[in-house]
């Protein structure tokens, strides 16, 4: 099966694996949360010259359609355990406010699963019940209910044991 390529950029980082994630929390990087800022300067007014048509204008963020790819390198896998890994859109630069979830993917045990008949999370040759070591892509773009977010970080979220990561965004390729 041939896998897409994706270009990483270090300022498109979601989490760099530094630490294992063991409680619910945002995604680190540099021991503090990842925020990725996609531009667009959303909810600013810029006053243009008088020889302008309009005296302003707003200019708004494009949708982007975007991937983040999630490699984990190690992860606990017993009895309940889920992990439930989102990426989270906001127009507020601090993202703790107006949160909006544009993506998420669900590691385990299937019989633990969100959905009915949920299959075990996939697991590489001779890596017993652990997804470790494979890469996951989660699509997603930045715009919900026809809003676009400017600000995107990660969320984990579950019935923890443990699971440490590397995660980054990139935009989806054109075909």
Do not use: C, W
């Not at 890994?85 to 019989?111: K, P, R, Y």
């Not at 930045?142 to 676009?148: H, K, L």
């Amino acid at each position: 099966m041939a896998r897409r390529n994706y270009a990483f950029d270090a300022n498109m980082q979601l989490s760099d694996g530094g630490a294992a994630y063991t409680a619910a929390g945002y995604a680190q990087v540099g021991g503090a949360q990842s925020i990725l800022d996609l531009g667009g300067n959303q909810g600013i007014t810029i006053t243009l010259p008088s020889i302008a048509d309009s005296s302003t204008i707003t200019p708004q963020q494009a949708r982007i359609d975007l991937v983040a790819v999630i490699y984990i390198s190690a992860i606990t896998i017993s009895g309940s355990d889920v992990y439930k890994v989102g990426v989270v859109g906001s127009n507020n630069a601090s993202v703790n406010s107006s949160n909006v979830l544009l993506g998420m993917l669900q590691f385990g045990e299937g019989a633990n699963m969100d959905i009915t008949n949920g299959a075990n999370s996939h697991a590489p040759a001779g890596a017993g019940k652990f997804p470790a070591g494979d890469q996951y892509e989660l699509l997603f773009t930045n715009e919900y209910q026809g809003t676009p977010y400017e600000f995107i970080s990660m969320y984990i979220t579950g019935t923890f044991g443990s699971i440490t990561f590397i995660s980054f965004a990139s935009v989806l390729p054109r075909e």
